[in-house]
């Protein structure tokens, strides 16, 4: 089969390598010579736990270089889901049960909308003011020491929005929405009570959540909670209380692979780091194309850019496409392009589309 | 590629229609010539809603026959979530704020254990004294009619124990997990409150729940529901509030058009119908196999048997595998045999099983 693979930018769920797709592709009938897919054996069985499940915990352990005092929690819903849990499962942690949000984009937004149901929401920062692509003043910051947690989104998707320092809180424990960062750059778990991330932009398909959460954090949730909403049911039960989201999981774990075989996180961090700065030159070297976030903030993930017209904006989304550069189409609040550039975006791709944004300038400038 | 696929008897995730696998490893880099994967696309382009969400609703409407005035919901969450949904979302519906419950087995337990923590839960019949294989006599039910709801596990995976005709609950809303059984017969959609269902059945892989509910059931939860624990959610959203599992729901189109194009329900329920009458025909004229469960109340979807010892069930379930009929294996509560023969176990698989039972039991009876 010929075919043109397309350089998708898709904000997620998002491009996969394609190694791990002909891996998948080649694995799809019969997985290890057993005369079935891996799609068609039970999250019970020693195949499933010894060949699937434990190998991609594992090798996420060995990727972010997660401490012995942290679980590796596999949890089948999408990401929204935690919106929930975490203030069901964490306000308790002190007395006062309220949790600090920093506010920097839709994301952490809906994330402080589903909590200020559950406690007292102290909203410690807000950039809504300057439409989320600049940084406050530090005398802005409104953090609580009483505070049961910190719950803030390191990474904006619509915006194109990143923290480049985890945010000092004194010992209130960091509760970080990482869905569209996570593995892309080293980080230090010792500084998080928990991770979360959902799997549709760095780790495959959607559909799956992982959430990285110190032994000291479970234990306290609410007591209505639903049992699977409880971290501590997935903890006891090492995420395996009902049947979850097997080829999820076994796509993580090509993913992590993959991952390894490249060199780990501190060998894409480098191809990250190449990728969007490479774009932003780009933009920052064109008078046609512009980048309106704060330049300390700009995310190494999802690049956003707008050209001198709507109309100029629509017509490169197009052309784009016929030059299979898909999905670079901007989120509808905003406008623009966007370019999410995740893990599994070749620098070819970057390239491709950075030749092609000159020649779009050439003709259209 | 050369190989032998086996007839895999899994309970769940379970076994995929062939073509249905074919089909998917035929698209999985190059979905629809669009030079990306269906995995690869936003849940909220035109190509994933007019070309996988909503032929897969309308397919599944076409196939149920389910009224107007249903909603069809896709829910990214494993099953047991709903085990806490149905009782935050409907316990509401009536003053008493109470539901009842039929423990029938395993999963109708599990269910009853969750909803206990919200409500007034009256068991209204239990078949737990006979080791959940027979029917207890009708003057054991105690219905109460002011329950909110009914709930009940038509189909017990474990026990393979089977309901084949509706409980009587006069105008008390009936809630089915029919995660074992929907789409294997034709149901009468309108005499349900709701239908839930697990996809890793008779639907697809794991990590998908589907549900039908009538329009006069939702906007009833407790105050503190999670946003994405709610029906009514779904419903505003088109069960798009957040990204859910377009895999699953992929794959679950998949289904329900090698279902249509098989002819239907009604032919899918002769095959098997057929099928389990077969397999049951050979396990009760043989004096080696006895299946425990009361005739009128044997599961279609997973046929229980036992040898004349615990050391020749192991054998069986180890020869069986060395001729590539797989996962035959009992749930390790009950141990013994249980062949599942889902809609996707061809008519073939219950054929080569029956042949090797003859066989084994010559061989050791």
């Not at 901007?330 to 406008?335: N, T, V, Y």
Request: charged share 20%; proline share 5%.
């Amino acid at each position: 089969m010929t075919f043109h693979r397309a350089y998708n930018f898709c904000a997620g769920p998002a491009t996969i390598p394609e190694v791990v797709l002909e891996r998948v592709r080649e694995e799809l009938l019969n997985w290890k010579g057993r005369g079935s897919s891996f799609m068609e054996i039970s999250h019970r069985s020693t195949d499933f736990l010894k060949l699937v499940f434990e190998p991609a915990r594992e090798n996420l352990k060995k990727l972010l270089n997660i401490p012995e005092d942290y679980h590796i929690l596999f949890i089948t819903t999408g990401t929204s889901h935690q919106f929930a849990m975490v203030p069901l499962n964490f306000l308790n942690l002190k007395p006062h049960k309220s949790a600090d949000y920093l506010h920097t984009g839709v994301w952490s937004g809906k994330a402080i909308n589903e909590a200020k149901r559950y406690g007292n929401i102290n909203v410690a920062l807000s950039t809504e003011n300057n439409q989320f692509t600049k940084m406050c003043s530090p005398n802005e910051l409104k953090l609580d020491s009483n505070a049961s947690y910190l719950h803030y989104t390191p990474n904006e998707t619509i915006h194109g929005f990143q923290f480049h320092t985890i945010p000092e809180t004194h010992n209130v424990p960091i509760i970080a929405d990482m869905s569209s960062e996570i593995l892309s750059r080293p980080i230090e778990v010792s500084r998080y009570g928990m991770i979360y991330a959902g799997t549709q932009k760095n780790i495959g398909p959607s559909g799956l959540t992982i959430a990285i959460i110190h032994k000291n954090m479970a234990g306290f949730a609410n007591a209505l909670t639903p049992t699977l909403y409880q971290y501590q049911t997935y903890i006891d039960s090492g995420s395996l209380y009902h049947t979850p989201n097997t080829f999820g999981i076994y796509m993580a774990g090509c993913i992590f692979e993959w991952l390894l075989n490249l060199g780990g996180i501190s060998e894409i961090a480098k191809i990250n780091q190449r990728k969007s700065q490479k774009l932003y030159d780009a933009i920052d070297h064109s008078s046609f194309y512009r980048n309106p976030v704060q330049k300390e903030f700009r995310s190494q993930m999802n690049v956003i850019y707008y050209l001198p017209t709507v109309e100029l904006d629509q017509l490169f989304v197009k052309e784009a496409q016929n030059n299979h550069l898909i999905n670079l189409k901007g989120h509808k609040s905003i406008g623009g392009i966007r370019a999410s550039i995740y893990n599994a975006m070749p620098e070819k791709g970057v390239d491709v589309l950075i030749e092609f944004m000159q020649e779009f300038e050439r003709k259209y400038g």
